[in-house]
């Protein structure tokens, strides 16, 4: 009869977890270039915006001096990847025909592996830093790319 309880528990809560997840921000960054996908917002403002929201939501005090768009290695995913001196932050892409949109409620971001490989968001989960260094999951129902109090 426990045993019974516990399943019936767990199943509920299960529910509820899924009826209560957050939905994904997306917001257009940018359109492909002859070269490939290109910034084509304010990157200043992006920079200090995340900023602000990493402080905010993560405790993390990061400052960045430079935003890019990179490719994968398998060529198949791109990232905004905002760097700093010691800090790395990145937010999966999407391309939707000639339109770059950033998933923006979620950013993995690293002091540990700012400067070698993981700590990028797939699927809404960050990978593993190379080097087995700390990273910072933020997820929020906002748009970690625009600031407001």
Do not use: W
């Amino acid at each position: 009869m426990n045993f019974k309880k516990i399943i019936i528990s767990c199943c509920l809560l299960l529910i509820s977890h899924l009826s209560f997840s957050q939905e994904e921000i997306k917001m257009t960054i940018g359109k492909m270039g002859e070269n490939g996908p290109e910034i084509t917002v304010d990157k200043e403002k992006m920079m200090r915006n995340l900023e602000r929201n990493l402080q905010r939501l993560s405790q993390l005090d990061v400052k960045f001096d430079d935003v890019s768009i990179q490719t994968s290695e398998d060529k198949q995913k791109y990232h905004l990847v905002f760097r700093g001196v010691n800090a790395r932050s990145s937010f999966e892409l999407e391309l939707n025909g000639d339109i770059v949109d950033a998933f923006t409620t979620t950013t993995c971001t690293t002091t540990d592996c700012a400067t070698s490989k993981g700590c990028d968001p797939v699927g809404g989960i960050c990978t593993a830093c190379e080097n087995k260094g700390k990273c910072t999951k933020t997820k929020t129902s906002t748009n970690l790319l625009e600031y407001s109090e």
